[in-house]
Nanobody, 125 residues
Framework: QVQLVESGGGLVQAGDSLRLSCAASGRSLSTYTMGWFRQAPGKEREFVAVISWGRGSTSYADPVLGRFTISRDNAKNMVYLQMNSLKPEDTAVYYC??????????????????WGQGTQVTVSS
């Protein structure tokens, strides 16, 4: 069993940066592909970024491409999401999750599990 805890969210202004962290316990993340998702009020949960185990290949949703960077530190059992040039439309609760099936760069939240409780990111204009 894996427990995930997200942190690092907050209230920032447009153009600012934040780094989200996802801390894992219960099992090493080194052999798991990890994803970040977000959910805004009244909207479905949407894919943000994914990082594979092994080579650490990455893939991003188009709205965050070039602004967000996903990374991992297997020694610390952590996954990060560096968010730059934040926009009001990035406002959402951000979640990390373990990929459980599907292709490595899957953007389907149903193929992920062990969701954390999320961390709120609010970007004011």
């Amino acid at each position: 069993q894996v427990q995930l805890v997200e942190s690092g969210g907050g209230l920032v202004q447009a153009g600012d940066s934040l780094r989200l962290s996802c801390a894992a316990s219960g099992r090493s993340l080194s052999t798991y592909t990890m994803g970040w998702f977000r959910q805004a009020p009244g909207k479905e949960r949407e894919f943000v970024a994914v990082i594979s185990w092994g080579r650490g290949s990455t893939s991003y949703a188009d709205p965050v491409l070039g602004r967000f960077t996903i990374s991992r530190d297997n020694a610390k059992n952590m996954v990060y999401l560096q968010m730059n040039s934040l926009k009001p439309e990035d406002t959402a609760v951000y979640y990390c999750a373990v990929q459980q099936r599907g292709r490595w760069n899957s953007n389907d939240p149903s193929e992920y599990g062990y969701w954390g409780q999320g961390t709120q990111v609010t970007v004011s204009s």
